[in-house]
Structures are given as structure tokens and as C-alpha cells.
């Protein structure tokens, strides 16, 4: 079975063909962040305008890189939120328009879950890096092929728009335990980035700043929220600010540094934390930010668990992930001329005050 997916939540207009729940044939991205860097992030409607001129290319794009031809694609998948509202209608839309024509079925995907599914893909491009053991009979799949993630899991998505903590007992069925409480992981990276006057995105640059500081004495706060899942980064921001603006400011690359580890210190410990506590199989991380190596290394280190992490073009928005999240939602696959709307804001459900899973 091969799905056909389109993504435009945010800032990029992404056609991608998945096959067979995993196997990518085709992931194309255009990106609108030169466009973006113009105004120092995204206008919605100037987000939403661009995907209406990218869609139809991309599309056409992703077929002929998969070599494909539309009788072999059975379903048609498209982001239907959480994200902006404009940039959203274009994608669910145009889907619903391909689908229609083609008397295919068409799925609507969350994004979110979406990014958690990047750790399912192979193929071209893909090979998901795995670090730690797998606990031993637990991973499963073809031998050759990266191996499955064993679940229950817990997922770690931390991307420009969310930051959350998801815990998987099985396909499609999460459970959020924490998000933010204010700016999204890579929202922090990017208004910091303005702060050090480095452009948008601002992660891959603070990044690289980072790597080149040679003082490395800086202590930023960490916001732990003892006894809570949830996650807060907004008075990180403002000690940058602070920092910055101070008698005698350390060097940039200094701050960038302290920044980066602050991010990456609460990251790691609170999933290793929470991942123990639940007694859960693996940790699945995913989102723009979980490109980010200083991140990615301190996550390894201290997991309980094997920990899955997507290659970097896996981690930003991309289509192949909606295909793989609409593999495990083929149910909820619906005639395109039924009433199937945008979800702009997420609505998956918080765990009640209780027990742990175990
Ligand atoms: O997942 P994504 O492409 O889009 C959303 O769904 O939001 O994530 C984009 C975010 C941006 O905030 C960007 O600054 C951040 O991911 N990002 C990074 C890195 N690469 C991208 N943050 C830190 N380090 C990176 N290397
Ligand atoms: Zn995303």
C-alpha cells in the first residue's frame, strides 16, 4: 500500500510517498525560510501563500522521484493541525482536491504525532539512528531494517511550536503527561537567536555559535517545575537578555553555549525521569530541535532506555512523517467530500492527577 502526504503546517510545503508503513520513496520539502528570514519569522499569510504556489510542484515532484504514477497511490494523507490556520487549509485542502479527483480516501494526520512516527521511516534518507541498547527480544521487524521501537514509549517531541511529553501505549493512543508552560523549545532557540543578533531559524546558528565558545563558565537558570511533566523556557530567554545587557556582557558564543546546555540539561533529565518513572520500553524522540547534537548527546547519555532518534531531516516538518503517522490511522480515512476540518490547536488530553503507569 503506498500513501501519498502533504504537510504545510508551518513554514514548509512538504509531498512525500511512504510505502508499506515505513519505506520512504519520496520526501520533498520546500522551504519558505528565506522568505521568513526577510521578517525574522512567519507571517501566517505570507506562510499561507507560499504553500498555495509550492503545493502543485512539490506534488508533482514527489511522484516523479518515487517513480511513481497515481494509480499506485491507495490513500491520500494531509496535516490537518495543530499549526497555522491558513497554512493548514492549503495542505488539507489540496489533498482533499487530489483526493476527490482521484476517487482516493483521504486521512487527516496530527502533526504532532506526526513528528513522533519520523522514528518508524527507512529508506532513502532515512536509517533512524539508534543509540542504546535495545532491551533485549524487545525490538522487532525485518532483519536488515532498522529495528522497530518497542513500545510503550515515551515521546520527547520538541519542535518551534511544541514541546511536549507524550507517553505512547500504543499506536495512535498518547497520553500528554507535560508541554510548555510558555515558548516551545525552538521558540526559545529562535527568539534567543534574535537576541544574539543571528538569523531565523535561529536554532542551527546558536548551535554553531555555540560550538565556538571558548569561555565556558556561564550558569544559566534552569526552569525544573519540581513534582509537574511540564516544562517552562521563557525566563531562560529573559537571562539571556540579562546577559547580554549587563555591566560586562560575556562573549556571545558564551552565552549561546550556556543557552544551549540549560535547554539540553532540563531536556535530558526530565525525559530520563519521566521515562523511569513509567517504566516504559523505549524513548522516542522528535522535532526540529532534536537535530540539535548537543541535545541529541545528552538525551543518549542519560535515558534509561534505547533511545530512537530520527536523522536531522527527519526531525523538521516534513511529509514522510504525516504518511507514516497515517499508516496507523488508516480507520479515520474518509471520502474527500466529507466535512473534515483543520484542528488548528491541539487537543489530546492530559493525564488526570494520578499514579504513574506503573
Ligand atoms: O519541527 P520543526 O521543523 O517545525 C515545527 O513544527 O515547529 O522545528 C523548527 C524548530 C525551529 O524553532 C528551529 O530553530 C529549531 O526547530 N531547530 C533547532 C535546530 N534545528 C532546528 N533548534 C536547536 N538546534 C538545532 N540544530
Ligand atoms: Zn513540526
Known sequence: MRILAIESSCDETAAAIVADERRMLANVVASQQALHAQTGGVVPEVAARAHLRALVPVVRRALAEA??????????????????????????????????????????VDHIEGHVCANWLTGRGADPSIAGELPRGRGTGTPGEPPVPPLPALALVISGGHTELLLMEDHGRFERLGGTRDDAAGEAFDKVA???????????????????????????????????????FSGLKTAVLHALEGEAPPPAAEVAWAFQESVADVLSRKAARVAEREGVASLLVAGGVASNRRIRELIVERAPVAVFLPPPALCTDNAAMIAAAAFRHLDDARAPEASIDIRPVAYRSRRPRGPARR
Open 67 to 108: 517513480e511513481c504514477g497515481w494509480d499506485e497511490i491507495d490513500a491520500v494523507a494531509a496535516t490537518a493541525g495543530p499549526g497555522l490556520p491558513g497554512a493548514l487549509v492549503v495542505g488539507l485542502n489540496g489533498a482533499r482536491g487530489i483526493a476527490f479527483a482521484r476517487g482516493l480516501p483521504l486521512i487527516p
Open 194 to 232: 534574535r537576541l544574539l543578533g543571528l538569523g531565523y531559524p535561529g536554532g542551527p546558528p546558536v548551535a554553531r555559535l555555540a560550538d565556538e565558545a571558548s569561555e565556558r563558565a556561564l550558569r544559566l537558570p534552569r526552569a525544573w517545575l519540581p513534582r509537574s511533566d511540564d516544562f517552562s
